[in-house]
């Protein structure tokens, strides 16, 4: 029999005086009840309980075990009170693994959380590929690429986003814009590490039918902030996330090339190690974004938006 179940009744007999008083309360039969009482004095070897015809009483041994497991069952019924109000209200140290390209997102929706729920304190990492969320201690992760395939990881789609080829008008200065998608072939490409599909540029074609073109370039790193920096600077045509870019398209320190070819539909991900028994702090969080994702949705996509305006 489970042993906590046998104290709880073992319990219940001694503050109700009795078999019968003790399986009301529990809603046990008192064959039951009387079952769990005799499986821990088996589990002991010795006697708790005298039994008479007319009351119980406990024995010397029946005494002293009796305090002793009230304390420990007093200690658990505090531990579930003190975890169910934590799940409730969001509290402790939530760790994220970010895009370091979803800083400028990320930091004030993490200002507006802990500025809500004050009993929160944000633990921030990052880097440009994703990381063992179990192994680090990571809470979760907001990811721009979906995560290489593992079952045991729950992703959650936040909002949809796509690259905008571009360039500075310093590169045009010295270059002829492209007309096609083939003409990005004799161009200096700024190339991210992690994309991927390597050095085939995709695109979705009018068609419905997805387009690429092989490009090449003397940089390729794995910071997307490098890239976009380089591209300022008029070294390269830069495959750009639409939201890392949207100030320098709006200010003409970027221009889009090649309007009628949009690349290939990706999406920002909230990654966590685990389905049941979300804490209030991870899933409060997650919800939280996905309410600024859908509010920013044209800072997202701001070439789209622009067009559709």
Same mark, same amino acid.
């Given at each position: 029999?489970? %042993?906590?179940?046998?104290?709880? *009744?073992?319990?219940?007999?001694?503050?109700?005086?009795?078999?019968?008083?003790?399986?009301?309360?529990?809603?046990?039969?008192?064959?039951?009840?009387?079952?769990?009482?005799?499986?821990?004095?088996?589990?002991?070897?010795?006697?708790?309980?005298?039994?008479?015809?007319?009351?119980?009483?406990?024995? #010397?041994?029946?005494?002293?075990?009796?305090?002793?497991?009230?304390?420990?069952?007093?200690?658990?019924?505090?531990?579930?009170?003190?975890?169910?109000?934590?799940?409730?209200?969001?509290?402790?140290?939530?760790?994220?693994?970010?895009?370091?390209?979803?800083?400028?997102?990320?930091?004030?929706?993490?200002?507006?959380?802990?500025?809500?729920?004050?009993? *929160?304190?944000?633990?921030?990492?990052?880097?440009? %590929?994703?990381?063992?969320?179990?192994?680090?201690?990571?809470?979760?992760?907001?990811?721009?690429?979906?995560?290489?395939?593992?079952?045991?990881?729950?992703?959650?789609?936040?909002?949809?986003?796509?690259?905008?080829?571009?360039?500075?008008?310093?590169?045009? #200065?010295?270059?002829?814009?492209?007309?096609?998608?083939?003409?990005?072939?004799? =161009?200096?490409?700024? %190339?991210?590490?992690?994309?991927?599909?390597?050095?085939?540029?995709?695109?979705?074609?009018?068609?419905?039918?997805?387009?690429? *073109?092989?490009?090449?370039?003397?940089?390729?790193?794995?910071?997307?902030?490098?890239?976009?920096?380089?591209?300022?600077?008029?070294?390269?045509?830069?495959?750009?996330?639409?939201?890392?870019?949207?100030?320098?398209?709006?200010?003409?320190?970027?221009?889009?090339?090649?309007?009628?070819?949009?690349?290939?539909?990706?999406?920002?991900?909230?990654?966590?190690?685990?389905? =049941? =028994?979300?804490?209030?702090?991870?899933?409060?969080?997650?919800?939280?974004?996905?309410?600024?994702?859908?509010? =920013? %949705?044209?800072?997202?996509?701001?070439? #789209?938006?622009?067009?559709?305006?």
């Amino acid at each position: 029999m489970d %042993r906590l179940t046998s104290l709880t *009744v073992f319990g219940q007999v001694v503050e109700s005086g009795g078999f019968s008083a003790a399986g009301r309360r529990l809603n046990m039969s008192v064959t039951m009840v009387s079952n769990h009482v005799q499986s821990l004095e088996d589990h002991l070897g010795v006697r708790l309980l005298n039994r008479t015809t007319r009351k119980v009483s406990l024995t #010397e041994v029946g005494q002293a075990y009796y305090e002793r497991t009230r304390q420990i069952l007093g200690d658990l019924d505090e531990a579930d009170r003190i975890a169910d109000a934590m799940n409730s209200t969001p509290r402790g140290t939530l760790r994220i693994y970010a895009n370091p390209s979803l800083v400028r997102f990320l930091s004030p929706v993490i200002a507006e959380f802990v500025a809500l729920y004050p009993q *929160v304190a944000v633990e921030s990492s990052g880097g440009e %590929r994703m990381t063992d969320l179990v192994e680090s201690g990571i809470d979760l992760a907001i990811m721009t690429m979906i995560p290489s395939e593992d079952s045991s990881l729950v992703t959650r789609k936040l909002t949809p986003w796509r690259h905008i080829t571009c360039c500075a008008p310093a590169y045009l #200065e010295r270059h002829d814009a492209p007309q096609q998608l083939a003409d990005l072939a004799a =161009h200096n490409c700024l %190339r991210y590490t992690y994309y991927p599909y390597g050095n085939e540029w995709r695109f979705d074609g009018d068609d419905g039918q997805p387009q690429m *073109v092989r490009v090449g370039g003397n940089i390729v790193t794995h910071s997307g902030e490098m890239l976009r920096m380089l591209a300022l600077g008029g070294h390269g045509i830069f495959l750009a996330p639409s939201f890392m870019i949207a100030d320098d398209l709006k200010a003409g320190r970027l221009v889009r090339l090649l309007p009628n070819h949009r690349p290939v539909e990706f999406v920002i991900n909230a990654i966590y190690p685990h389905r =049941h =028994h979300l804490s209030s702090k991870v899933r409060t969080f997650i919800d939280l974004l996905a309410e600024r994702f859908a509010a =920013h %949705r044209k800072w997202m996509n701001p070439a #789209e938006n622009s067009e559709e305006a």
